[in-house]
């Protein structure tokens, strides 16, 4: 029966995976477009990227100083199916939304897309695809880590069928694990290996204490680190292991070092030789962002419910939360049910065998570990985040089912998982998809009460086609009706001017079309778009509204406007300015 509830599990973490590699637009998953082009550098290359002072910063930023066994994975897949020749494409895909929440907003969904997402043909559909077969291959890594977890804990606690049920639903059907999980990123391959590292621990208590055994664990702890830094808490935890309990200690403790150098040395020595530093990290923190670090451990501690937070649910970059009043009882189940685990393993640790105990003490040292080494890494960068814990997420995750499995009936605890399973089913529907779509119009369109042009040289045209103004309590909204002509080149922003009786400026608001969700070279010929935008509620009357469309250029802190034509309205410098008389006010 448990074999068979356990691959119910596994079938359900890839369908709800699959989604929510699908409901997120690409690059808009934390750091996503930095591994990318790791990869990509890697498979063009051949090389390594890095950061150096006198050269300019790499398409990877800091990424090009993370261990490259992720990439080293994923690029020679893309290389086999053909990929190459990705950077144009990557380019236009990784193009950034310079509008990306700089305004307070009534709706979810304003501008918190990272990237414009424009239209994507030729290079940029080949890079798509490319970023998908990235995902999937995550996905495949973490729903590998699930089978290892459960070969893990049967082999640890082979009567106890709930505890290892609850421990891979709350592993799997994690919301942040599925959001994390389904990116192109090096956590993926890091949670595989350290369930991996933790199977080969279990086999080892179990009996299995060869050297053949002994060079796995090793080779396992080489590769955690060569794939993740913080996951070298698996090379302490297996190293002790072998130091306190092993028989053979000091063949062991060298045959284990000897090899898990051999995986990892060589790009130790990499990072002396071209940062002088083993670990590159202060190549990395120089490329990271570093505003408002943490200077105190109590500015830290402030921190950490966003930390807890953002280990069960926050998406998108982070800026894709859940309503504030769900986070109350997601706290409240974490940090309760990991309480409640740490009395599980007091309360049973007469009936634990030696394996058993070893073991929760090994998944408890991992968990504290992690939580200290996350502590250190918020000192010296801006990182409060969950995901960065995922090193520990199978300790995690078997010390919180230890917790619930406690407090919820055995017969409870299948309908424990479904719980589970619903609750990481809605997100991406009701949280995560609402958060990329344009909103919806404020009111009825009439197409002919406005007519201006906008022009893009040789390439696309659009008609602004009706204007209105929707007052309420809190917010102005500013709703615009565009048709389509001609299909656009680039992409264009549209600015939009609340102007008083002196001409002065008294409330303005820049975006993309649909708040950033949508963009003019998105649209085909024909298509009319309604376009909402969100002002401020002016302090003076409004006596006009001077709007035009532009582009970011290339040269820095530089706009091309697009040309402006209207028979009625006065256009200069291709802004148009409507009286507030020929606009629909509602």
Not at 152 to 164: G, R, S, V, Y
């Amino acid at each position: 029966m448990i074999h068979k509830m356990l691959w119910v599990i596994l079938i359900l973490y890839f369908v709800l995976a699959g989604f929510y590699a699908h409901v997120t637009p690409l690059f808009e998953k934390p750091d996503e477009n930095w591994h990318f082009a790791t990869a990509m550098y890697i498979m063009e290359t051949g090389r390594l990227p890095q950061n150096k002072p006198d050269a300019p910063l790499h398409y990877a930023r800091q990424q090009a100083n993370q261990p490259p066994l992720y990439y080293l994975t994923l690029s020679p897949v893309l290389r086999v199916l053909g990929y190459h020749h990705l950077t144009s494409g990557y380019l236009h895909l990784a193009e950034p939304n310079v509008q990306y929440r700089t305004s307070p907003s009534p709706f979810q969904s304003d501008n918190r897309r990272l990237f414009v997402p424009g239209r994507c043909e030729g290079d940029c559909a080949r890079v798509e695809s490319a970023v998908y077969i990235g995902r999937y291959l995550s996905i495949l890594y973490v729903g590998l880590s699930l089978i290892f977890t459960a070969y893990t804990l049967k082999a640890i606690f082979p009567q106890n069928d709930a505890l290892i049920l609850l421990t891979v639903a709350i592993m799997g059907f994690n919301p942040q694990v599925l959001h994390i999980g389904s990116s192109v990123t090096n956590d993926s391959l890091m949670i595989l290996l350290m369930s991996v590292g933790f199977y080969l621990a279990a086999r080892w208590l179990n009996g299995t204490q060869n050297r053949r055994m002994v060079m796995l664990m090793g080779l396992v702890a080489g590769a955690a680190v060569l794939t993740k830094l913080s996951a070298a808490v698996l090379g302490l935890a297996l190293g002790l292991l072998l130091l306190i309990y092993s028989t053979q200690r000091v063949r062991d403790i060298v045959l284990y070092g000897v090899s898990a150098i051999a995986v990892c040395g060589w790009w130790l020595v990499y990072n002396i030789i071209n940062y002088g530093d083993p670990t590159a990290l202060d190549a990395h923190i120089d490329v990271a962002p570093q505003a408002d670090v943490p200077q105190t451990f109590s500015a830290i501690l402030s921190q950490l419910p966003t930390v807890i937070r953002s280990f069960w649910a926050e998406f998108g970059w982070g800026q894709v939360i859940l309503p504030e009043q769900l986070y109350i009882p997601v706290v409240i189940l974490i940090l309760g049910s990991l309480f409640v685990g740490c009395v599980y393993i007091f309360v049973k640790w007469r009936v634990f065998s030696h394996q058993q105990r070893i073991f929760m003490l090994m998944m408890v040292g991992v968990s504290m570990v992690s939580v200290v080494l996350l502590l250190r890494w918020m000192m010296m960068t801006q990182a409060p985040h969950g995901r960065l814990l995922f090193a520990a997420v199978m300790p995690i995750s078997l010390l919180m089912a230890a917790g619930l499995s406690m407090v919820i009936p055995r017969r409870g605890i299948g309908a424990a998982c479904v719980g589970l399973f619903v609750f990481a089913m809605i997100i991406p529907w009701d949280v995560i998809r609402p958060a990329y779509l344009p909103p919806p119009p404020r009111t009825a369109f009439q197409l002919g009460t406005v007519n201006v042009q906008f022009y893009e040289l040789g390439y696309g045209e659009v008609t602004l086609r009706d204007a209105a103004l929707i007052e309420d309590t809190d917010w102005y909204y500013v709703q615009l009706t565009w048709e389509v002509e001609a299909e656009f080149q680039d992409d264009y922003l549209v600015f939009i001017h609340l102007l008083n009786a002196n001409g002065d400026i008294i409330a303005q608001r820049d975006s993309y079309p649909g708040l950033g969700n949508t963009s003019f070279s998105r649209m085909d010929a024909g298509e009319i778009f309604n376009d909402v935008y969100p002002l401020n509620p002016p302090v003076e009357p409004i006596s006009a509204l001077r709007m035009g469309v532009y582009r970011v250029s290339d040269i820095p802190d530089t706009w091309l406007r697009l040309d402006a034509e209207s028979d009625v309205f006065n256009v200069q410098d291709d802004a148009v300015t409507i009286p507030i008389e020929m606009i629909r006010v509602e």
